[in-house]
């Protein structure tokens, strides 16, 4: 056997929603899922998922969300040097979830300024409630000169998924 | 906005592939393929993925291949107190992986007995090569007494992914 | 070689502060300081510290802290099934921190209740400028039962450390 | 109260033992010992160490080793490009360790070559019971041009580590 697999990239392009989710229009505005499992790396001693555990999820899925958009954080940051940074993050837990269960990571849009933003989390069981919400402040950065605009492109797709109230 | 969210369940059905990965045949025996994204937790200041997170991506992997061949570690593991432990486990690491690469775990059975197995694990790049071969000795165990033979049921499933040779 | 080896009880005892860290005595209240150094499994791609290890350093921080004061959380729940739930969490990030820098987690209490409390956890690097800032929202409950007073032990240690304005 | 804290620098100093463990003589070669805490990240809903994590105790300990014996890895990534890869590991897990449990682990050298090293790694219980085995494979190269010989400073202090049989 070769150590070579050649099918993997068309597998892998068939497995797109469980890898980067999908978006759906939900009043007025887009909206980002994005599916996982609790893995046992996840929960702890305590028999459930482990607090901080969530704020991977959330990143999990502000990566996915961004991809599947069609931005590419590491071409920015390799050709440009250029990247989102966290400032500040709040997290509520509500329902606990367990081993093996099934959640969805909501992504929406709160606020969006020039070079910055604020998103809003919600992580929801399989069964319809919520497990936890997450607030996250980011700001876009040139790595060496500090706070920058965010570029146009990357600006157009936070605004579709900002919610006006 | 209610704190319930009606339609995750059936969403979640539908990421099936991405989230528990698919089933080969593959010369006379099974195969389960589990896709996954390299995510910034999985990566070091290296530059690359952490050695440690491709045995997370081979746990994630054994539990998905359980959960679709339809055997749930969890209810065994509540109703009966009964479970896998791994006992040993060898990894070579081939080439490096780098943020928001497509991964997927290919496993497979080399060696089946009575109260135990080991697992090939190989983890492919989306390119075709492999990044990490992963072999896991497990053995099934009574929380409490010990050392058990499998039950049929599990036994069963894993003797599909077994390769003779 | 045997598989035992003798001297690992005292020696272990014998890096207390490293392992438990240390309370100090602070503008009229106690403070508990934990040392850690920033490890590769800490950093992430972009080269520092990746947001959530903060999140994890925090935990390590207040089971250091209980256990240094004389508390066993692992006796509680075993015993008695009752522990700490968290609630709510917000950090703010300031200055990143690098692969193996050396950073303590500084611990006080803002708020104390009968059966919850807010903790306040400061993450400082070894050249002294902040790195993080977390609060935390803590609450005791009975497995089974729900929210519970704190047991008066618990809450005369927590009182200590606890900041009146 | 200020944004900085003047003593942490001093502090830290007096954590040493705890942060980086200390060297002992022992048969002829020098041997590092690594204390850590089990803490809650560290386990699983098994309620029992995660088996990944003592990977991650093992990178631990051998930068905790090469910090207390002189050799700065993050001086040579940053100012040559050079550094350690792994190519191999292999883990037996013994018996199983739980939440706030205190260990050691034990870094010596099995094998060391113009430009690679086998090192061995016992993770010991403060009861003197060994929990795991961990042997890694490991190489120096340049980053951009591959495998290279070590550093004679690099290759000095592996040879005091060195087990001959």
Redesign the interface.
């Known amino acids: 056997m070769t150590?070579?697999?050649?099918s993997?990239?068309s597998?892998?392009s068939?497995?797109?929603?469980?890898?980067?989710?999908?978006i759906f229009r939900h009043d007025g505005h887009s909206e980002h899922?994005y599916?996982?499992?609790i893995?046992?790396?996840d929960?702890?001693?305590?028999?459930?998922t482990?607090?901080?555990s969530y704020?991977?999820f959330a990143?999990?899925a502000r990566?996915?969300w961004l991809?599947l958009a069609g931005f590419?954080?590491?071409d920015w940051?390799s050709e440009r040097n250029q990247?989102f940074?966290?400032?500040?993050?709040?997290?509520?837990?509500?329902t606990p979830s367990?081993?093996?269960d099934?959640m969805?990571v909501?992504t929406s849009v709160d606020v969006l300024k020039r070079a910055s933003c604020v998103l809003r989390q919600?992580i929801?069981?399989?069964?319809?409630?919520?497990s936890a919400r997450v607030i996250v402040h980011g700001a876009w950065v040139d790595v060496t000169s500090g706070p920058k605009a965010f570029p146009p492109q990357l600006s157009e797709i936070i605004a579709l998924f900002h919610q006006d109230q």
């Open positions: 150590e070579t697999h050649p993997f990239a597998w892998l068939s497995c797109q929603t469980g890898l980067d989710g999908e899922h599916p996982l499992v893995q046992y790396e929960t702890d001693a305590g028999g459930i482990y607090h901080a704020i991977n990143e999990r990566s996915a991809r590419s954080l590491s940051l990247g940074i966290i400032h500040k993050l709040e997290a509520e837990y509500k367990t081993l093996h099934r969805a909501c919600n929801y069981h399989e069964n319809g409630h919520i």
